[in-house]
């Protein structure tokens, strides 16, 4: 082992401390099994937060980033970018769409987007642009996406907030109707199709045709933020595809590099052309390993059926859990769509995560109260039904608690 890997958790850290971490590192990964620097071996139902689609150090992945750490890691979009073309173009193909600007993370995918709605109002003459958001929505922490998200605890101790948003409750047509005939600013609604953060709470179909159809009517850009849901993760490559709808802009980012930062934006014909050259930019944005990254992933992907693979252990665990908690008070609500699942429980239940590392087993909790599972997309059903006999019998213990009083 050499001396970062052998490296203890210390006492004094030097690292800002933005996160509540759990006292574990984890060292390396195989598949869905990771371990950390005391050799204990978890289950891996997060995925680093629905990031490790192909799971780890997999076996056709590594040895394609390998061949081209060797041949190019970056060059600067001073110059034209084979690979940069190659997944684009990939992209488009399975979404329908034209064209793909590359970044680094989901939030700067985000920032492309809000700068694309705002430049398509002033084209049009619309002096101050305004995006319709949602409650409970999260689109990142830049102070513009952190404006756009719908979380008073992430805006807490940053405003003043970037102005020009307009917001409105999901799956409610009469909101957003309303909005559409009082509100002359409005350029593009911007929504995610699953919220992730926000408790796993999907739009509905019909919700989301309706905006389709409200965009259509009032010429706005429909913006859905799939970088949590898309990439596979629900089945079908995007989200929103269920619902048989195209965006106009669809900002992408986590499942995409499978691990190595990435992030796009991909537009079609009616956003495509509003940034042009000198509107928008990223030094590290779209380089070449970032980008056989993407590519490797999406091969991998198709040639393995793990879109498939998704649907089918996405219900093997929803089977799982409604047997397991079947008759179970305390748990309110199982949803989500293929491999995004929430557990919504009557209590906040933070305290699972640590539980659940000590039983060997990786999972997150979001909007305090749901338990989330974003496993890499190349779960077996076999490894679902483990997740859920570790789980299962930790969240039946919390609920076996009294309810704690406000
Ligand atoms: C839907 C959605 N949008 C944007 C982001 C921000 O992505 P990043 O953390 O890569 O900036 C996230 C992260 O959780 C997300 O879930």
Known sequence: MNAPEAMKLSAVSHVMNTYSRLPLALLHGSGCRVWDTEGREYLDALGGIAVNTLGHAHPRLVPALQDQLGKLIHCSNYYQIPLQEQLAAKLCELSGLSNAFFCNSGLEANEAALKIARKFGHDKGIARPEVIVYEKAFHGR?????????????????????EGFVRVPLNDVAVIEEVANTRSSVTAVFLEVIQGEGGVNPATADYLRAVRRLCDENDWLLMLDEVQCGIGRTGRWFAHQWADIQPDVMPLAKGLGSGVPIGAVVC????????????????????????RAGIETLRIMEEDGLLQNASHVG????????????????????????????????????ELLGRAAAAGLLISVTAERVIRLVPPLIMTADEAEQVVALLAPLVRDLLASPLPTA
Do not use: W
């Not at 102070?143 to 907030?161: C, R």
């Not at 956003?271 to 944005?285: C, D, E, K």
């Not at 305390?330 to 933070?350: F, N, S």
């Open 268 to 291: 079609g014909p009616r956003a495509a052309s509003v940034l042009g050259p000198g509107n928008h930019g990223s030094t590290f944005g779209g380089n070449p390993l970032a980008m």
């Open 142 to 162: 830049s102070i513009a996406t952190l404006s756009a998200t719908g979380n008073a605890k992430v805006q807490a101790g940053f405003g003043p907030l970037v």
């Open 315 to 350: 219900a093997v665990f929803r089977t799982a859990l409604a047997r397991e908690f079947a008759g179970v008070a305390g748990v309110r609500d199982i949803r989500g769509q293929g491999l995004m699942i929430g557990i919504e429980l009557d209590r906040p239940c933070g």
